[in-house]
């Protein structure tokens, strides 16, 4: 073999070379040689959770079992980019394969509402949905379910990124039998929500009622909702009126009760005991009789 042929033949040997590292490269960073690309699936940066129980049993959950058409508190966060505000779905049909919701036909959306500030990054916010307002009045006997989630969007009220993962809500009627959950002899052998019967020796669950302006629990604890009343043996978050605040508190025009600077009446608590200090202070605000 002469120089010539030599040198030609190392030539194509390190164009073969050039080609083959090329290729590999090409497929290193998941794309084909024909210039289509493998991205990888988009995830939503969008979160909500629905609270179970209030206090400090309170509870946040990607899933919630109902025996009463109630209204639920939910609470959202995101780190999606441009989000101003959002809307909130209620449907009758699970998300889809990847776990995040697909457009809804308009025909399986149960009820929607708009979110007009978005939480800052890091930070949560919450929002009610009345249950009542669209489930049946009487529980049913077979469970029926309702997926609620979140789709972010920007000042011009278009989407951005993904909605985020639904929360499940499970409506059914109660079977209103004791639940068991194994022997107990104190409150800590019982799951969160329940609390033993020592008379039994069997955890049960918590039932709650109002007193008032207190919430009281069959498990003898009790929480005081003031400046708010109770209500179906909840505290109240919002008022509509100055009945639905606890005295001396009165509704203000954005339906939170507050203590207006010229009643000097308060409550403190203090290891579970209400004390009540009333200076004298006499007729009603002018503001009670414009609520009412």
């Known amino acids: ?88 779905n209620v449907t009758n049909k699970p998300a889809s394969s990847s776990g995040v919701p697909a457009a809804v036909p308009a025909s399986k959306v149960i009820r929607s509402g708009n979110l007009r500030k978005a939480p800052a990054k890091g930070h949560v916010a919450t929002f009610d949905i009345d249950f009542a307002q669209f489930a049946p009045k009487k529980p049913p006997q077979t469970p029926r379910t309702y997926w609620v989630f979140i789709t972010p969007k920007n000042m011009l009220g278009q989407t951005v990124g993904k909605s985020s993962v639904p929360v499940k809500i499970v409506y059914h009627a109660s079977n209103a039998q004791p639940i068991k959950l194994g022997e107990c002899f104190k409150n800590s052998d019982c799951y969160t929500g329940y609390f033993c019967n020592l008379n039994l020796n069997e955890c049960r669950v918590i039932a709650y009622q109002c007193d008032a302006q207190f919430v009281r629990g069959s498990d003898g604890s009790k929480f005081d909702c003031t400046p708010y009343t109770c209500q179906a043996g909840q505290c109240l978050k919002t008022c509509a009126s100055v009945d639905c605040c606890a005295p001396p508190a009165v509704c203000n025009q954005e339906g939170k009760c507050v203590y207006l600077p010229d009643q000097r009446e308060y409550r403190t ?9 009333q200076p004298q202070v006499s007729g009603r605000h002018p503001f009670c009789a414009l609520i009412r």
Not at 269 to 277: D, P, T
């Open 1 to 88: 073999m002469n120089a010539k042929q030599m040198f030609s033949a190392s030539f194509l040997t390190l164009i073969a070379i050039s080609l083959l590292l090329s290729v590999q490269s090409v497929w290193s960073q998941d794309k084909s040689p024909q210039g289509g690309s493998t991205s990888p699936p988009l995830v939503t940066k969008t979160k909500l959770e629905v609270q179970e129980f209030s206090k400090e049993f309170e509870q946040w959950r990607k899933s919630l079992t109902i025996t009463t058409p109630e209204r639920l508190t939910f609470r959202w966060m995101t780190d999606q980019a441009n989000v101003a505000l959002a809307t909130w």
């Open 269 to 277: 608590v203090r290891a579970g005991r209400a004390e009540e200090h």
